[in-house]
């Protein structure tokens, strides 16, 4: 998607340790307007699935979910990462060890929310090392919904997450992916464009 | 806010201790239409405000406030609740007192994407005790912004954080404001109807 290229070229940060700092427009500080445009690129790369859920994980993956979801006329439903008294007891869970956070933590679905019937494309907003989308991806095979594939916005094609989810027959789009990146230069190189690129 | 009224009546669960569980459609699955409406709704009431800036929290608010943005056509911003390695070291930083959790928290927002100049309205899904609503509202007057005010989807209000931050002077719109609940019977009584009630 060439338009999110452009804008991780011209907001993107570099730095060491392989880190993109995103957040002047994707996770932390978000445009409505990118979200919109990420929304029907996904909606045209599934347009052939058929889609009646949209399950992400919380924090940064919601609202890009939530725009996305509109494109696709579906709700939305997000894992937790931890067990409140606000939820209902009957939920399905697994571990995630978390990249970012270095710790491991239970994410929760509500039994009410998925299950046999679903359709359910994932949603995130990174791809690194794939265990979030990995975890998600087992509550879905444990609600016995059927996982209909993963729309990503960035995906660190240098890290294994995305190689390990097609492995195991997932089907993944990401929108942007990141072959490599010098925190020296500042360039980033993204895997080849598509001949669909919009 | 009819509509919303009659779906928390519809699918609400009312839970002893005053617990309200609207995850059906809220703040675990999410029904983005009703979403759509809950930003017209808020545009409506703010219509005479000037915004350039939605300021939320992680988790349950961040994708109302992404859906609420498109009617006011500004950029979202979320607070986390807790240092990363991923946030720039340059944070404003607030504790909060956590009803759901029971437990004291830091809440952060880059100073990059927060300052003067910035017009912000608050936007969260619940107003209980307010303490949330209150470490934003700190945020935003230490990074010297400006507080339109607040649009709430669902005041509790027999809980204290509606009057105590009127009594602040912040200005408070809530879609729906529950004045008591009975979790025997499953009646529901919200602050009397507007007579711009839509």
Not at 67 to 73: E, G, I, K, P, Y
Not at 187 to 190: G, L, R, S, V, W
């Given at each position: 998607m060439k338009e999110l290229k452009d804008r991780i070229r011209k907001d993107g940060k570099i730095k060491a340790g392989n880190v993109l700092k995103v957040d002047s427009f994707l996770n932390h500080q978000m445009d409505i307007r990118l979200f919109e445009k990420i929304g029907q690129e996904f909606k045209r790369r599934f347009a052939d699935a058929e889609i009646n859920k949209i399950l992400t994980i919380e924090a940064s993956?919601?609202?890009?979910?939530?725009?996305?979801?509109?494109?696709?006329?579906?709700?939305?439903?997000?894992?937790?990462?931890?067990?409140?008294?606000?939820i209902a007891g009957e939920v399905y869970t697994t571990?995630?060890?978390?990249?970012?956070?270095?710790?491991?933590?239970?994410?929760?679905?509500?039994?009410?929310?998925?299950?046999?019937?679903?359709?359910?494309?994932?949603?995130?907003?990174?791809?690194?090392?794939?265990?979030?989308?990995?975890?998600?991806?087992q509550l879905v095979a444990d609600s016995g919904a059927e996982l209909v594939g993963a729309g990503i916005v960035i995906e660190k094609g240098f890290q294994v997450g995305g190689d390990m989810l097609r492995e195991k027959g997932i089907r993944v789009e990401s929108l942007a992916i990141v072959d490599s990146m010098d925190d020296k230069t500042g360039?980033?190189?993204?895997r080849g464009d598509d001949a669909d690129e919009q």
């Open positions: 993956g919601i609202g890009i979910a939530c725009v996305v979801a509109q494109s696709f006329d579906v709700p939305v439903v997000f894992a937790k990462k931890t067990q409140t008294k606000n571990k995630v060890e978390s990249y970012t956070h270095g710790r491991i933590y239970d994410i929760i679905v509500s039994k009410e929310f998925l299950g046999k019937g679903d359709k359910v494309l994932l949603i995130d907003d990174f791809l690194a090392n794939g265990k979030a989308l990995e975890g998600l991806a360039t980033i190189t993204f």
